[in-house]
């Protein structure tokens, strides 16, 4: 079970903390990605977490503005969104991808992530 929290409105140029808790898997041999969804638009990934040796990756349009972070065991994980802009507006979902091999996915739309949560909103006004 994965679930988001965190979210919100706030005015462009501000920031937002993120939470994903984790629960339900055996080990802590999966991989987690934070993706968004804006209306109209592909689910995207903004950030993820491997499996293997906790390596980030990031979007293009993220980095150097959002910082996913997490407690040893991966049972919560954080992203830290700074200097936010209206086109970061949409829903924040986790998702865990308990079956793949190395690294972790950013594709588009989350396929090969198995697991998602509710999704939180986050609204940045210009």
């Known amino acids: 079970q994965l679930v988001e929290s965190g979210g919100g409105l706030v005015q462009s140029g501000g920031s937002l903390h993120l939470s994903c808790t984790v629960s339900?898997?055996?080990?802590?041999?999966?991989?987690i990605g934070w993706y968004r969804h804006a209306p109209g638009k592909e689910r995207e990934g903004v950030s993820c977490?491997?499996?293997?040796?906790?390596?980030?990756y990031y979007g293009d349009s993220v980095k150097g503005r959002f910082t996913l972070t997490s407690d040893n065991a991966k049972t919560t994980v954080y992203l830290q969104m700074n200097s936010l802009k209206p086109e970061d507006t949409g829903v924040y979902y986790c998702?865990?991808?308990?079956?793949?091999?190395?690294?972790?996915?950013?594709?588009?739309?989350?396929?090969?992530?198995?697991?998602w949560g509710q999704g939180t909103q986050v609204t940045v006004s210009s």
């Open positions: 339900g898997f055996a080990d802590a041999d999966y991989a």
């Open positions: 998702a865990a991808d308990t079956v793949g091999g190395v690294g972790c996915s950013l594709d588009l739309g989350g396929g090969p992530y198995n697991h």
């Open positions: 977490i491997s499996s293997e040796n906790d390596s980030t």
